[in-house]
T-cell receptor
Framework: EAQVTQNPRYLITVTGKKLTVTCSQN?????MSWYRQDPGLGLRQIYY???????DKGDVPEGYKVSRKEKRNFPLILESPSPNQTSLYFC????????????FGPGTRLTVT | GENVEQHPSTLSVQEGDSAVIKCTYS??????FPWYKQELGKRPQLIID?????GEKKDQRIAVTLNKTAKHFSLHITETQPEDSAVYFC???????????FGPGTRLSVLP
C-alpha cells in the first residue's frame, strides 16, 4: 500500500530534550516536506527537500533541522524543543515539484512542557 | 514572501446549496494553486488544483477559478452534501510546487 508514515504519532516531552520525528514514504517520491499545523494559522511549511541531500527552508524553519540521506526518509529534528513548538506536525511527499499531488502522513501531535 | 488570505473562516450552507471559498495571494510569481480538504482528526487531502496558465478547472461537483490579474482563486462546491463538511485549505506555490504557503482554512458545515 502506497503511504507516508510518521513516528511517533503522539509525543509529550520536556523543554530542551532533543527529539526526532521520523517520516518515510514507499512511493519513490523525490519531494518531501514538513509542515506544522496550529489553530487559525493553517499549515506552515518548515523544510522541504527536492531530492537526496537537497533541502531548503520553508517559512518557519527556526528551531528545526532535517536531513535527507535516503530518498524514502526525511526526519525532523528538534535539537532543543521549546513550548512554542507544541503543534501538530505533518510530513508530505510527491513525485516532484511540477504540480504533483502531495500525500500527507497521519500527523504527529507534539506537546512540549 | 508570499502571503495567502482565505475567506470566510467559517461557512454554513444547507444541503444541496453551493459553497464558495475565496483566497487571495500576494506574490505574482505564484503559479500553482492546490486546494486541500481536511476532515476532523485526519490528514489533508488534495481535492483539486490549478496552474497559472489555466483559468478554470472542474471535477464533478468541485471547480476552481483563477484570476491572475486580481491575484485571487476560488473553490466552488455545488450540490453540497453532509460529507463535504470539513476544513478546506488553499495554497499557493512558486515553481509549481516547491515552497508552499497555505491559507488559514475555512470550516465548512453542510446542514441536512
Amino acid at each position: 500500500e502506497a503511504q507516508v508514515t510518521q513516528n511517533p504519532r503522539y509525543l509529550i516531552t520536556v523543554t530542551g530534550k532533543k527529539l526526532t520525528v521520523t517520516c518515510s514514504q514507499n512511493m519513490n517520491h523525490e519531494y518531501m516536506s514538513w509542515y506544522r499545523q496550529d489553530p487559525g494559522l493553517g499549515l506552515r511549511q518548515i523544510y522541504y527537500s527536492m531530492n537526496v541531500e537537497v533541502t531548503d527552508k520553508g517559512d518557519v524553519p527556526e528551531g528545526y533541522k532535517v536531513s535527507r540521506k535516503e530518498k524514502r526518509n526525511f526526519p525532523l529534528i528538534l535539537e532543543s524543543p521549546s513550548p512554542n513548538q507544541t503543534s501538530l506536525y505533518f510530513c508530505a511527499s510527491s513525485f516532484g515539484r511540477a504540480g504533483y499531488e502531495q500525500y500527507f502522513g497521519p500527523g504527529t501531535r507534539l506537546t512540549v512542557t | 514572501g508570499e502571503n495567502v488570505e482565505q475567506h470566510p473562516s467559517t461557512l454554513s450552507v444547507q444541503e444541496g446549496d453551493s459553497a464558495v471559498i475565496k483566497c487571495t495571494y500576494s506574490d505574482s510569481a505564484s503559479n500553482y494553486f492546490p486546494w486541500y480538504k481536511q476532515e476532523l482528526g485526519k490528514r489533508p487531502q488534495l481535492i483539486i488544483d490549478i496552474r497559472s496558465n489555466v483559468g478554470e478547472k472542474k471535477d464533478q461537483r468541485i471547480a476552481v477559478t483563477l484570476n491572475k490579474t486580481a491575484k485571487h482563486f476560488s473553490l466552488h462546491i455545488t450540490e453540497t452534501q453532509p460529507e463535504d463538511s470539513a476544513v478546506y485549505f488553499c495554497a499557493a506555490s512558486v515553481n509549481y510546487g516547491q515552497n508552499f504557503v497555505f491559507g488559514p482554512g475555512t470550516r465548512l458545515s453542510v446542514l441536512p
